[in-house]
Nanobody, 120 residues
Framework: QVQLVESGGGLVQPGGSLRLSCAAS????????MGWYRQAPGKQRELVAT???????NYADSVKGRFTISRDNAKKTVYLQVNSLKPEDTAVYYC??????????????WGQGTQVTVSS
């Protein structure tokens, strides 16, 4: 099973920034699409940003102009730079990575989540 390990979350004041990372490990042959989702307490998980194999990026309206998604295929890592943070950005952020393992099986895996808390 491919594993995704997230890092970079934390407590930050409104207007602050963080850089979230999600690194895939295991016998991975090739990566496909990647994305970030978030879930606040009592709310449904929502899509934050995606980046396709070809580099096409999509953001939720609520984060446009503030968040930036990027990927480093050599490091098998997807990043989310979160700037100008607002209290409503407080949530557990989950990464999602799709791809093929060394056996040729397609995987769609999730990270364990990293907490982002925006508070003064």
């Amino acid at each position: 099973q491919v594993q995704l390990v997230e890092s970079g979350g934390g407590l930050v004041q409104p207007g602050g920034s963080l850089r979230l990372s999600c690194a895939a490990s295991g016998s991975i042959f090739s990566l496909n699409d990647m994305g970030w989702y978030r879930q606040a307490p009592g709310k449904q998980r929502e899509l934050v940003a995606t980046i396709t194999r070809g580099g096409r990026i999509n953001y939720a309206d609520s984060v446009k102009g503030r968040f930036t998604i990027s990927r480093d295929n050599a490091k098998k890592t997807v990043y989310l730079q979160v700037n100008s943070l607002k209290p409503e950005d407080t949530a557990v952020y989950y990464c999602n990575i799709d791809g093929w393992d060394s056996s040729g099986h397609y995987f769609r895996d999730w990270g364990q989540g990293t907490q982002v808390t925006v508070s003064s």
